[in-house]
């Protein structure tokens, strides 16, 4: 059975070798906010600069080599005291994903920039793209195709039409986006936000065949969250996710509930229960203990595939930093903190 999983598994992949795979992701996707929307880049309400580093481990039930893929990224708020009403944001994110017996790596670094203006004194609009330079490489002697299976099994002596021209490939990408935060009070913030990623249409393809033309298709984002301070111990957080791209769609949604284990909130209790549509149950765990937060979550499978994994989709971890600069002692909040 676990062979014809995985014979399975090669005729299901090979065409993404030849043309392209579905982006990279996170299902702790309100912890990876540049890889989201590059307008949030400095935004973030309760701190001057943070970082964070996310690892996610997929498939490992039913893969010899199961995906991994790992994230560093950090941003900070510039000009806050020199600009009315606004200030920019400035930050960098890397990316790396090593997916199959192909040793198909990933390797992605991008820098963004955002500027964020309030309207008023309960919304903030916010605008900002990333530029950044992607390179994918592929082992070809760890694949197999199917004119090399002679019925029972691969025989990777056959001769085969399917190895790569190029094992390794390079482009320049760029992404968009726009968000928009209302807070009408203390207790209620609410955050809206649409990005666009592969503008600039990148080629991606080991091959020259003229017939694959390799254009990663543009994906569109868009997401809705919310921030309510249901009492001085309780803070739930819901949200929605929503992603496409050509004819691949996401929708995830759920919701993160702090609890303040202390008095000024430096040590916090998380909570969470996401699901994404047709694909898994996503639980989650966490603490935060002064400016650090750390958060465990699981795909439980739930799609069709659960009969193969026995539920086992993905583990996933991110850890976050918050901090000030040394001088913050006149920084004006714009946004509720919480």
């Known amino acids: 059975m676990k062979q014809l999983i995985k014979i399975l598994w090669v005729v299901i992949c090979l065409p993404a070798v030849s043309s392209y795979a579905q982006d990279l992701h996170f299902s702790q996707f309100f912890n990876s906010p540049l890889t989201t929307n590059p307008a949030n880049t400095g935004f973030i309400p309760d701190a001057d600069y943070r970082m964070i580093a996310h690892y996610r481990n997929q498939w490992s039930s039913i893969m010899t080599v199961p995906y991994k893929t790992m994230s560093i990224s950090g941003d900070a708020q510039l000009f806050r005291d020199r600009l009315e009403n606004g200030w920019l944001g400035a930050g960098a994110v890397l990316l ?10 990933s390797t992605k670094i991008y820098g963004s920039i955002a500027y964020h203006q309030m309207l008023g004194n309960s919304s903030l609009l916010s605008a900002g793209f990333n530029l950044g330079w992607a390179n994918k490489r592929i082992d070809p002697t760890g694949l197999k195709f199917p004119d090399q299976f002679d019925g029972k099994f691969f025989d990777a002596t056959r001769p085969t039409t399917g ?12 992404q968009v986006g726009m968000n928009y935060a209302y807070f009408p009070q203390e207790n209620v913030y609410i955050n809206a936000g649409y990005s666009i990623h592969h503008v600039n249409k990148p080629k991606e393809t080991f091959y020259e065949d003229e017939s694959v033309n390799g254009i990663i298709p543009m994906r569109h984002i868009a997401f809705v969250n919310a921030i309510l301070k249901v009492n001085d ?3 739930i957080s819901p949200n929605v996710y929503f992603s496409m791209q050509s004819k691949a769609t996401e929708i995830a949604g759920g919701m993160i509930a702090n609890y303040n284990l202390s008095e000024a909130g430096e040590k916090q209790l998380i909570a969470g229960l996401y699901y994404r549509h047709k694909d898994a149950a996503i639980p989650m765990l966490g603490f935060e203990l002064n400016s650090l937060r750390f958060t465990f979550s699981y795909d439980a499978t739930m799609s069709g595939l659960k009969d193969f994994n026995n539920y086992r989709g993905a583990s996933e971890f991110s850890l976050v930093k918050k901090g000030f600069y040394s001088r913050t002692a006149g920084r004006q909040s714009m946004c509720p903190q919480f």
Do not use: H, Q, T
Request: charged letters at 15%; hydrophobic letters at 40%; glycine letters at 8%.
């Open 96 to 105: 790396s994903d090593v997916a199959g017996s192909g040793s198909l790596r």
């Open 163 to 174: 190895i790569p021209i190029n094992n390794n490939v390079s482009y320049f990408d760029m």
């Open 233 to 235: 111990k309780v803070i």
